[in-house]
């Protein structure tokens, strides 16, 4: 009887380690690899362009979130206004290389911008900049 007991006690104390050392790895497990590019092949091209145009005055910045570019301007309700800009970005931000003032983005409209929900976004994003008194251009 006693070994029984002794028996199961073993067991236990065997699936709690096995249990244990799982959620350690579950825990530490990351499911990323390097992205190939931080832009797709059509960024990059419009890229090379804005840096024959702008690139002798200006900064390109590829992918700024909206968070980076505007400012809630209210205490009530921050948060609210905060997550409608939250993780949104733009294509690209042409910058002052003095002042790092942004001078204007720049949007590149591929197939996504047809879809109901991302025109949602957009005419989101182009009333805040323009709320912001930021010019932005969209490209096709």
């Known amino acids: 009887m006693w070994e029984l007991v002794i028996f199961i006690w073993f067991v236990a104390i065997a699936l709690a380690l096995i249990l244990r050392q799982l959620k350690i790895n579950q825990k530490n497990y990351l499911p990323y690899k ?3 590019s931080v832009m797709t092949h059509a960024e990059q091209a419009y890229f090379k362009k804005l840096q024959e145009t702008y690139g ?3 900064y390109i910045f590829p992918q700024i979130n909206l968070d980076k570019l505007v400012e809630v301007t209210t205490k009530k309700s921050y948060y609210h206004y905060f997550n409608k800009i939250n993780r949104k970005s733009v294509d690209f931000v042409i910058a002052d290389k003095n002042t790092l003032e942004t001078i204007k983005v720049i949007e ?3 197939w996504t911008h047809g879809l109901e929900k991302r025109k949602e976004r957009d005419d989101f994003i182009n009333n805040v900049l323009e709320v912001c008194s930021i010019i932005k251009i969209r490209q096709k």
């Open 56 to 58: 002798q005055q200006y």
């Open 108 to 110: 590149l409209d591929d």
């Open 34 to 36: 390097k992205r190939f």
